[in-house]
């Protein structure tokens, strides 16, 4: 696992002025923040540091304005959210370095928290230009960063400053790279992966990966369908990816080849049109899908059987719904099986991490959030992490 510097290691920081980087970038409808969920996650860091006389300055991005100031992408949308999370009242600044910046250091007291305008303003953020991260490091002492979502890209706000100053992990950054390490880093064995979702061929790098990881790979959602056409099954109008045959067997050949067991599902739910509880609604046997049914959900044996592979198990890593979870029925085999995870995992016998946007919502969905081991809100780098590889703004907090 990567060593990396936490705020254990800071302790007075009365006066001295902390970078902090946060995702920020907030859900919003017609104004007003939807979810902020982003905001608590980050609160813990902005807190503690406040609470340690910190001068503490939030960095975040919101929205694409590529390089130029865009009014309807100010991060001071964000303000009223933030404040209400903090319960504090937070300073806006909109630059984000330079002699305003520096002036409203000068006001700030130890403790006080500023919101500085949005990263993505300048073209030096997403281009990680050394110069520009320079001049935002030129006002503070330390870099933290507490943005795991945004660590899957090189930029200035998200490694630039974390060569240029001393850099720490914040408490939601911490608590992520602890879990992901506990799921696929040092896992206790057996570990099952569950991969679900639309397409193969969104998560292709994801399943290559993991089969040479994981003891037991579980296929569901639609791209389930196209492993068992691949081996001949006749999936009828199911969602399925035909032409990616060769690629589902050669990850088929790799499993075999690791010694990690694929499991498909062997019974369905099927229906003939794409509605919530249609009349043509039934289950399975793979086998015995007709040319106008599609597959919507892994059936319940199949469900029953995953369950017991799970018992079996001492750590599992999801992401994916097993079916189109977003209509009903097609929702039962992703609740039954979250299910039984989270009661193995409030047993003490599993360790189980998920994370995925749709997977956050199926879990939500099923009612497991708090029972699951770690579930991630972020969407870009959870996936990248899955595939194994580096992300550049957790690696640039190696020490
Ligand atoms: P995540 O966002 O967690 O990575 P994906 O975006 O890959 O997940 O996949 C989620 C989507 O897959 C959901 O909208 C769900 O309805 C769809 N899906 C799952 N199973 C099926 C299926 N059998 N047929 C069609 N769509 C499916
Ligand atoms: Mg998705």
Not at 369 to 397: C, D, H, N, R
């Amino acid at each position: 696992m990567t060593k990396f510097r936490t705020l254990d290691d800071l302790s007075d920081l009365t006066g001295k002025v902390a970078l902090v980087r946060v995702d920020l970038n907030l859900p919003m409808q017609d104004g007003a923040v939807t979810d902020d969920t982003r905001v608590r996650a980050a609160a813990p860091t902005i807190l503690e540091l406040s609470a340690k006389g910190a001068k503490v300055l939030l960095l975040a991005h919101f929205g694409r304005p590529k390089g130029e100031r865009v009014s309807t992408m100010s991060v001071s949308m964000t303000l009223d959210a933030v404040q209400a999370v903090l319960g504090k009242e937070v300073m806006f600044v909109p630059e984000i370095a330079g002699p305003v910046l520096a002036q409203s250091i000068g006001i700030l007291q130890p403790g006080d928290i500023a919101l500085l305008e949005n990263t993505r303003f300048w073209k030096g953020e997403e281009a990680n230009d050394p110069e520009f991260a320079k001049a935002i490091a030129a006002n503070a002492d330390i870099y933290v960063n507490d943005a795991f979502s945004a660590a899957h890209r090189a930029h200035a706000t998200t490694e630039g400053l974390a060569h240029l100053l001393p850099a720490y992990a914040g408490r939601s950054m911490e608590a992520e790279l602890k879990a992901l390490d506990k799921a696929l880093g040092t896992p206790v064995k057996p570990v099952a992966a569950v991969v679900g979702g639309a397409k193969v061929s969104s998560k292709l790098d994801v399943l290559t990966h993991l089969v040479t990881q994981v003891d037991h790979l579980i296929i569901g959602g639609g791209m389930a369908n196209t492993f068992l056409a691949a081996r001949g099954v006749n999936v009828g109008k199911s969602l399925c990816e035909h032409d990616l045959a060769p690629t589902a067997e050669k990850i088929m050949e790799t499993a075999e080849q690791s010694g990690c067991i694929v499991h498909l599902p062997y019974d369905v739910v099927v229906a003939k049109e794409f509605a919530a509880n249609p009349p043509s609604l039934r289950t399975c046997n793979v086998h015995e899908v007709a040319a106008d049914e599609m597959i919507l959900d892994v059936g319940p044996q199949a469900v029953e059987a995953l369950a017991d592979v799970l018992k079996t198990c001492r750590t599992l890593v999801w992401n994916g719904p097993l079916g189109a979870f977003e209509t009903e029925p097609f929702d039962m085999a992703t609740v039954a099986l979250a299910k039984s995870a989270a009661a193995l995992t409030s047993e003490g016998a599993l360790v189980s991490v998920a994370g995925g946007g749709d997977t956050v919502a199926a879990l939500a969905h099923a009612g497991v959030t708090e029972q699951f081991s770690y579930i991630s809100t972020a969407g870009g780098a959870f996936l990248e992490w899955m595939e194994g590889k580096e992300l550049p703004g957790v690696k640039a907090l190696e020490i």
